[in-house]
Structures are given as C-alpha cells and as structure tokens.
C-alpha cells in the first residue's frame, strides 16, 4: 500500500471514531454545482489528422457534489472531504467526437469508447486532511492553484489531482506550500493516469507517450503591504524538468480607480531522462532535430497591467518565451492549464522563442443596474515563434493570433438566484507549418445549490 494511501486511512479511520464531535459536523458544508456544456470546435483549414477533425462538437449535462467538512476538536483535527463527479452525454457523433479514430482516451469532452463518445463517465474523490494550529495536511484528491501546478476546469467536469499538500500560515503574511502528486484524472476521463508534458505525452496516441509518477513541489507567497505580494516556486517532474517561478502582484490607487500589475518569471531546463532520451524530449524547435523536440530549456518573462474604473477594466500585456523548447507544464494530452497571463479559449502563446503582447477590455453592467451582467475581450498576437516546417527543418519568425470574447450573466438574487448562463467565443489564425486554424463557441449553464 502506497505511504499516501495508507496516511488516508488512517486519518478516515480517526474521523470515524470523532465524527460525532462538535465542529466536524456544525462546520461541515455541501454544495451540489450543475453545468450544461456545449462545445463546438471548427477547423478550418488543413487535412483531418488523428487529433484534428475538421469539426468537433459534444453536449452534456455534469454533477458536482461537494463535502467539505469541519474538525475534530483537539491540538491535533482531522476532518474528511469529497468530491463527486458525474458527466451525461446529452449528443456526440462518431464524427463530432474528437476522437473518430479511436486513437485517444478522451474526445472533446467525454472519455472514448473505441471511436464513441461514451454514454456516461464518473468519479469519487475523497481527501483526508488533518490541522495543528494553522498548518494544514491534506493527503488524497487535491485541485491546487498555485504557479506551478493549476487545475483545469475548462470543460464540462473539472480536472483533478492524487498526491498530498501541506499549507502552513503560522507566519503573520506569509503562506508556505509544499505537495507531491503522483497522478492527474483528466477532465474528460475517469481515470488517473500518470504525469507528463507535450511532446512526451503521446497526445495522438496515449500508449506511446512517457510518463512518471512524481511531481514535487514548493514555495510561498509573502504580503510585503497590504496591497504588494512576492511569489517564490518550484516545481519538479521527475525525468521531465525543473522549474523556478518568481512572481510580483501590486495594486495602486490611481485617481478613482485601481491599476494591478501582475509580474511573472519562469526558469525551466531539463530533469534525468529529459537531457538525453528522445522519447522524453519537450515540444520546440531545435538545431539539427528534425522532430523539432529536445530537452527542456526556457525562460518566460511576462507582465500583465489591468486598470479598473467605474465598472471598466482596460488592460495590456507582454510576454517573452526565451530560449530552445517551449514552455514546460503538467501536460497528460487530454486538457491543461498553466499559469500564464496567456492561456487563453484555444491557445497559450508560449512557444519557443516567441513574443506576445495582448489588449484586454472588460465591463461589469452592475455599475448601469445589471448586477450579475459582464463581459469582456481578448485579442493576442504572437510572433517570432521557432518551430519546424512541413520537411522537419529549421524554421522561425511564424506568429498566431487569438481573439476571445466571453459575455455572462449569474442571476444575483430569487429563486435562480446563482442560475449562470455563458457565451464564449474564441478565433486563433496562425502561419505555423502543420496548424489548423480554429473558431470555437462554448455555451455554459450552470447552477449551484448549497445543501447544506
């Protein structure tokens, strides 16, 4: 039995014996959220290939079920939570599927059966957690959200982690995180699979990827003011690559309104096998490589500038990818997201040697008497982007583009009250050799009803 899952049981079996105890139940807290979920993806240019089909579209309805509970009382708590998913597929053909070939796990949103969208797909995730003053352990199913490990909740049920976290604020404005997580269940799957990252992970076909099963990580944020936080990180996945992550947030009363500045710095390079193994290499455009992979190697500087004023947010961004890979993240192939101020609808503007900036306009409607009501753009350019071309050759200077637009209104108050209805539409052009472009829409009804 594996130390995490032992560490579980043990915890649970003391909850069992305190769950009488007051606290763990008075504290204890459930919520059921509901999504309807409409993908449709267009492709427009470009042959089919095994992971792009000219057009891909699917519809379903997914449960989140939620315990969070209370402690034990005692120097040293324990308490207990859950998480249970379940996705219906409501319609996906063969041909809409995302997965036509059967070469994939997963489809668009729902896992594969064969060259089919499944018909339903769930699971159970339970995490035990034990507390000594402000320190706190969690060993289990984890969604954490820190610079160097960020879970993905862009689909119909969210994206979840196997491993353990310990949190500490027993220190005045500082917070300490430290965790190893050994497995990622994707958001379209129901199955925990192991750790790895693009161009090893085998996305147009799982069994041929690399894989490990370790992931650590490590840092803090520190409240220098009340309004400037530092960020110090570091994340390694063993065999693939280590990375060091600096960050900078400050807000400053200008006139009536705020300006935040958000300053991010990742230093990536290559762990074990990644340095000299082939089957392991990271995705990116490399001297006498033919296959446009090799070891782990960037440097990532980005700095995003938001202004808020009467309900308008103006914004604009630059983002550098130095060095010979792509930026590295957790990447299973099925659905990620990493902490970038360009991680958009489709895209994430982090390509070897590229070069972003982006403009960014939101409006909040409560300001004119329509609390609930936002909306917002994104438009992102990227050039200078190293890459190979159609002969597996050297090739630089290709640039994308993307352009997001989100529209959404959560009734505020009655009887729907927390009732959410979204529209997001995103459009990527691009020169890269091999690439399709894409337009998406997503249409999004959710719900979310607190049991007790």
């Known amino acids: ?74 120097t040293v708590q324990f308490g207990v939570d859950a998480i249970g998913l379940y996705g219906v597929r409501l319609d996906s053909s063969r041909a809409e599927h995302g997965n036509y070939n059967g070469t994939l796990s997963g489809g ?61 604020n027993d220190i005045k404005d500082l917070t300490l995180v430290a965790g190893q997580v050994e497995k990622a269940k994707g958001r379209n799957s129901s199955n925990n699979e192991n750790l790895s990252i693009g161009g090893a992970n085998g996305s147009s076909n799982y069994s041929a990827g690399k894989f490990t099963n370790k992931f650590y990580y490590a840092g803090g944020d520190y409240k220098l003011t009340k309004d400037l936080t530092a960020q110090y990180y570091y994340g390694n996945l063993e065999d693939f690559y280590k990375q060091h992550f600096l960050g900078l947030t400050h807000n400053w009363a200008i006139g009536p309104g705020v300006l935040k500045s958000d300053l991010r710095y990742f230093n990536s390079s290559d762990d074990g096998k990644n340095g000299n193994t082939p089957a392991y290499y990271s995705s990116g455009n490399y001297n006498g490589v033919t296959s446009g992979k090799g070891k782990v190697d960037n440097n990532l500087y980005s700095g995003l500038f938001l202004y808020t004023v009467a309900g308008h947010t103006f914004g604009g961004g630059y983002q550098v990818s ?101 529209w997001k539409n995103a459009m990527w052009r691009t020169d890269i050799a091999s690439a399709r472009d894409q337009d998406e829409n997503r249409l999004i009804v959710s719900y979310s009803l607190p049991l007790f």
């Open 322 to 422: 130095n060095g010979s890979s792509d930026f590295p993240w957790l990447n299973q192939g099925d659905g990620s997201s990493a902490y970038l101020t360009t991680d958009m609808q489709i895209q994430k503007f982090a390509r070897a040697g590229e070069r972003t900036w982006q403009a960014r306009y939101a409006y909040d409607f409560a300001k004119v008497g329509v609390p609930g009501l936002t909306a917002g753009v994104v438009y992102l350019k990227g050039s200078d982007i190293d890459t190979v071309n159609a002969s597996r050759t050297e090739f630089t200077g290709q640039s994308e583009w993307e352009r997001d637009i989100t529209v959404a209104y959560v009734i505020p108050e009655g009887p729907l009250k927390n009732l959410g209805v979204a």
């Open 108 to 168: 668009t949103v729902f896992p594969s059966d064969g060259n089919e969208a499944v018909n339903d797909f769930a699971s159970l995730g339970v995490t035990g957690k034990v507390k000594i003053s402000q320190t706190e352990l969690k060993l289990g199913t984890l969604q954490p959200k820190l610079p160097v490990i960020v879970t993905n909740d862009g689909r119909l049920l969210p994206q979840t982690f196997q491993g353990g976290q310990i949190t500490t």
């Open 1 to 74: 039995m594996k130390k995490s899952t032992l560490a579980l049981s043990v915890a649970l079996g003391v909850i069992a014996q305190q769950a009488g105890a007051a606290g763990f139940i008075e504290d204890s807290h459930a919520t059921l959220s509901a999504r309807n979920f409409y993908i449709n993806t267009d492709n427009r240019n470009g042959a089919d290939t095994a992971t792009s089909h000219s057009k891909n579209a699917e519809w379903g309805q997914g449960f989140d079920l939620r315990f969070i509970s209370g402690y034990t009382q005692g």
